[in-house]
């Protein structure tokens, strides 16, 4: 299985990103797909998590009414839309996949504890 992301960038805070995750090898209908993040010097953390099989959908406290994740079964693609972004939020952002009972379980994974990830995009909330 292959994860790319895409769709990171440079944004002024209170701005939007939408983020896009392209999956190949891996059937949607059977994995979780998870958006995590990590900023300088801090260990990468879990965002949010979808499985579109049960159609349920996992945030964190730090971006719930923020983010909103959704998927693309025909385009093999999940989304992360970020609004009202933080500079608090800026990191890199990765997608990864694997078979987890529930999506908030995976959410609270460590990265070791997952099987397979993407390159990352970069996100920076600056003015």
């Known amino acids: 299985g292959q994860l790319v992301e895409s769709g990171g960038g440079l944004v002024q805070p209170g701005g939007s990103l939408r983020l896009s995750c392209k999956v190949s090898g891996l059937s949607l209908d059977h994995y979780q797909i998870g958006w995590f993040r990590q900023a300088p010097g801090k260990e990468r953390e879990g965002v949010s998590c979808i499985s579109l099989s049960d159609d349920d959908r996992y945030y964190s406290d730090s971006v719930k009414g923020r983010f909103s994740i959704s998927g693309d079964n025909a385009k093999n693609t999940i989304y992360l839309q970020m609004n009202s972004l933080k500079p608090g939020y800026t990191a890199i952002y990765y997608c990864?996949?694997?078979?987890?009972?529930?999506?908030?379980?995976?959410?609270?994974?460590?990265?070791?504890?997952?099987?397979?990830w993407g390159q990352g995009t970069r996100v920076n909330v600056s003015s």
């Open positions: 990864t996949a694997d078979l987890i009972p529930t999506v908030q379980v995976m959410c609270d994974m460590t990265q070791t504890n997952l099987d397979y």
